[in-house]
Structures are given as C-alpha cells and as structure tokens.
C-alpha cells in the first residue's frame, strides 16, 4: 500500500506526437474521502486516443484538461475507504473519472458517479474496461444506433483490430453482416479473421486501398464505422452504396496534425449515393447504458464477443504507453495495471 498519490500532471499542450516532459509524475498526498465519499485505488487506467484531444485546446466535446491538472482518464479500482452508502471496503468500481493516478476519489453522485461492478463467473475484471465498458458501448451504440445494419449488408471498420473496432465487427457478424476490417499489419488482420470471425481484413498499409475494398465488398460498402479518417475515409467514400451509413466514431489520423487536415476528397459520393453521415460522443448514450450492459454481458458470457486487452505495467509508463494508440503497437483494448488486482 502506497502512502503517497503519484500523478500524472499535463504540463503544457503537446504538439503533435505526446513528448516526454508534456506530462509530468509528482508525488501528491493520498487523497482523503469527505461524506458521500470513498478512496479508491485504481487497479487499471484506461488510455485512450481522446487523451490526446482532451490534451490540446481544439474544439472539443469536454472542457481540455487545464494546465497542471491531473490527465483525465478512466480507471477502474477497488475501494481502500468509504464514507458512501452502498460501498463498502473491497468493492470494485469504476469511480468516475479516476485520472492518471494511483488513487481517486469516488462519489455516489455528481456528473460522474461511482459505480460498483458486479462479479460474472469467468469473465476478468478487465473486461469492465473493454467489451462491458465505455469501449463496448460505443461500439454497441455507434453500430446498432447510428449505423443500423441490416444482415446481407456490408460493414467496413477501421482499426478493426483495436479496442471498438474488435466488438464492432463481431456485433456486425452476429447482426448477419459481411464484416471487412481495416487494421495496420498483416498479424492484426489475421487477429480479426481466424479469431473473431470478421469476414475478410485488408492490411491498409499495403497497395492500393481504394481496389482493395471493392475486392472485399463486392456488393459495396452499406455501413462504414469510421475510427480512422484521413485516406481511409476518401478510399470508404470511393466504394459507398446508395443510402449509406457513415458512422463517425474518431478521426485517429488526425489528432496529432500541427495544422488544418484536408477534407474527404470524395465528399461529392455522399451527395450522389444520398449518404448519411453522422458523428456520436458516447457520454450521451449514459443514461442508455442498462439496454447495453445487459445485452454485451449475455454475448460475452456466450462467447459471441471476444476482447482482447493490451496490458501494460505501471503507471510510470503511462506517456509512453499511450504512444501505442498512435503508432499501431496495440492490438485490443490498452490498458495500464497502476496497481494489482486484489
Ligand atoms: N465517439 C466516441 O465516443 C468514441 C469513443 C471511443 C473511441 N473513439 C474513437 O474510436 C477510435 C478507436 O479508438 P480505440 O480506443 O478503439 O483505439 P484503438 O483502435 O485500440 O487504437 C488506435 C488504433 O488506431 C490505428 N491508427 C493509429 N493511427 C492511425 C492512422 N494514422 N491511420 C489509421 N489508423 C490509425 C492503430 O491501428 P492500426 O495498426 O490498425 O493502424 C491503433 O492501434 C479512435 O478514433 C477514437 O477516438 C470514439
């Protein structure tokens, strides 16, 4: 048991790629819960692409992260301390938004609840943080709400072998789709096809994308979940069928540009295929989060949905671990362990 609180503190707003000196550790005093309260001590961090967002001082859907605040992020963590009613020593919560630390505070109220996490026979905690988290959801609501896929239909997903991308194409399969990922090397391809079930994956890195996806959708493309941006879009566009669906989760490719990005250069195929394309923060599907909770549990104790996490040790390597999001290095869900489970 630590006797200090070690942070992650945002020390100026990054230019392009996250540096090492961006971000700061300070050792800080172990937080105290008040009434309604309870200390938390966060077991896993999730790190996220909208890191970088809430990092820069772009528009975006949350206030930045102030200069010298502790890194906004989700954890999730067992509870040292309470002072709140219905928890108790022991619990496994996510508290809110944890941050980049190795103890929070919870509260049973606010914009950010706690919420305790019950115990499902084989299934691990980190699951909490992947397919029955914020990851799952969105792909759960970005799909199913926004994209409404119909089974014959084809559903294309980009960095189909990351944290969403993974449970969108399998959610597309068990909806009767004809899955095609994206994802960045061959091994991630061969992750999303034998072992998922998606229906083919195109290595986007290698030749030309725009042939590629007519090779794999040859009835067109019905529905793109879109995490990518940037080139990926325009060779999407270049392949959409009329009445199209254009889910837009996250533009990845672009969150370290130091300048304006181009728009799609086939934005003219959404007039001429009378395509529709719509963006979602998934905090607006919370009060919505019971109709997913129960329904991923069921898949994923049937095994219909798999998730692979990425764990990697130590809050001290944090910076350098969300790295990966920007790189390729991850394969599934990337998660920090700040602490052991208990
Ligand atoms: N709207 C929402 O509420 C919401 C919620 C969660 C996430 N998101 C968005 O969903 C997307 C995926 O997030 P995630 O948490 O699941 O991350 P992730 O897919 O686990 O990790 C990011 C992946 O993006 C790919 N990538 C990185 N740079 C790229 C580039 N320049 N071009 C194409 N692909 C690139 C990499 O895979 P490859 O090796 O395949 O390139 C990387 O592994 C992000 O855009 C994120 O912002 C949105």
Redesign the pocket.
Known sequence: MRNSNRQWRLKRRPVGDVKAGDLELVDAPKPVPGKGEMLVRNVYLSL???NR?WMSDMEQYMPPVAIGDVMRGGTLGVVEQSNADGFAVGDIVIPGMGGWQDYSIGSASGPFPAQKLPKIPGVPLSTFMSALG??GA?AYF?LLDLGKPQAGETVVV????????QIVGQIAKIKGCRVVG????DD?CRYVVKELGFDACIN?RQGDLVSALKRECPKGIDVDFE??G?E?LDAVLANINLKARIVV?????Q?NATGPVPGPYNFANILMKRARVE?????DYVPRFGEFAMQMAQWVMEGKVKDRVDIHDGLENAVTTLA???????????LVRVSAEP
């Open positions: 996220d692409p909208t967002i914020f990851t969105t970005g980009s960095a189909a072998a990351g944290a969403v991308g994206l994802a960045g090397s991630k986007y995490n990518a940037g990926i989760c996250g533009l990845i490719s969150y963006g979602f923060i998934i905090i990966n999001l920007f790189t390729g290095g991850n394969t599934g869900k990337l």
